[in-house]
């Protein structure tokens, strides 16, 4: 492991998604010339595993399809899925941005305002700074006002309709304005729109300046850089700093939270992994389905979905609430056999869920 891959591995695992910093290389060298290097390492592949994309995975398969939420969640699923390349692509480009000028880009930045927001990128100059959300989307995209949605229209004609990424990035420059105001700033704040497939065809009803193509970003950015210097070099640091660790860990409280999604919203019951469907039955000391396929050990998936939405320790009541089971003693067996760790006696017994045995065996089986 090189030095830029383990400060790298660091910082994603105290900014659980994806977090980084760069630096303009006019800048005295400090850790972020080491992150800078590790940045399209760090940004491949890694977002699947970060907790925040587990409890979004979670949910995915678990909410109940009634909840307000329930497309919200499929969408930022799918978006995450699909979404890695674009938003690469675009940390990638100031890899090798050398203006005359110092700045810093934080990517997926997840901050609250006056409510929650999360933002692809953020370039702070020491001019203004510029909220960048970029999307991967190919086909053609037809971005309209009033009302402000996006339309795809794929190869064989289907339309599919999003909220407008232009609409969404004017916001989040209004939510990160007014956050810096509460932090005592008084600086500019613009937005881009980065459509980063090359082989999508962008149709505007009227000029929209703040839609780029990735490989525009850059120059539209240095065209917008007037006015006098708001930050000096080390007040550059600072607010990048600021905006670092305000940058709120995708804890799954927040999510939840975020999603006003409670305990009842969340389907009990072991999943089978062939059908998929929740509903598994503990029959002769196996997991069976009604669509024949039986498990011994598909209550450990289950267990480690009680962990990403509930917590790290469970008890012998929750315990059979969530694998949907009455007999006390089966959860009494299932909790030992996984081998996790107790603490407590008799009625206040608890397990933890953390139990490296259960990682082990759900790494072994594929689930993780
Ligand atoms: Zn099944």
């Given amino acids: 492991m090189t030095e830029s891959h383990a400060a790298s591995s660091q910082t994603r695992w ?4 994806k977090i980084t910093m760069q630096t303009s290389p006019n800048k005295v060298p400090t850790m972020s010339t080491k992150t800078s290097k590790g940045v399209s390492q760090l940004n ?41 390349w674009g938003e690469d692509s675009v940390a990638h480009l100031f890899t090798y941005f050398y203006p005359t000028f110092p700045f810093n880009i934080l990517h997926d930045v997840f ?37 402000d949605q996006l339309v795809q229209v794929l190869e064989d004609g289907k339309r599919i309709a ?38 999508a065809e962008i149709n505007t009803m009227q000029s929209e300046p703040s839609i780029v193509r990735t490989k525009f970003l850059t120059n539209e950015i240095l065209k917008r850089i007037t006015g006098k210097k708001l930050l000096t070099f080390t007040e550059l640091d600072v607010l990048a700093n600021k905006l670092r660790s305000s940058h709120i860990s995708y804890q ?36 069976q ?50 081998g996790y760790q107790k603490s407590g006696t008799k009625r206040h017994t608890k397990y933890s869920l953390t139990s490296e045995k259960n990682i082990i065996q759900l790494q072994k089986e594929g689930i993780r």
């Fill in 289 to 338: 389905c009604n669509c024949g396929y039986k498990s011994k050990d598909s209550h450990l998936q289950a267990f480690e979905d009680y962990r990403l939405l509930f917590g790290e320790t469970i008890t012998n009541k929750l315990c059979r609430e969530f694998l949907a089971i009455e007999d006390r003693y089966i959860a009494k067996r299932l909790l030992q056999l996984g």
């Fill in 162 to 199: 999003y909220d407008s990424p232009l609409a969404q990035s004017e916001r989040n420059a209004e939510l990160l304005n007014r956050w810096l105001t509460v932090q005592g700033y008084n600086i500019p704040v613009e937005h881009f729109v980065v459509f980063t497939n090359p082989t």
């Fill in 111 to 147: 901050l609250k305002s006056t409510t929650y927001v999360q933002i692809d990128h953020i370039l702070i100059t020491p001019f203004k700074l510029f909220v960048i959300e970029s999307k991967n989307l190919k086909g053609q995209l037809i971005v309209t006002r009033h009302p």
């Fill in 44 to 84: 491949t592949k890694k977002r699947e595993t970060s907790p925040y994309y587990q409890v979004i995975e979670t949910l995915s398969r678990r909410l109940i399809p009634t909840h307000p939420s329930y497309s919200l969640i499929q969408r930022t699923l799918a978006k995450m899925d699909a979404g890695n």
């Fill in 252 to 287: 799954k409280n927040n999510i939840l939270e975020k999603y006003q999604i409670r305990p009842e919203h969340i389907v009990k019951g072991v999943q089978c992994s062939n059908c998929h469907r929740i509903r598994m039955e503990w029959k002769t000391c196996k997991w």
């Fill in 14 to 17: 105290l900014f659980p998604k």
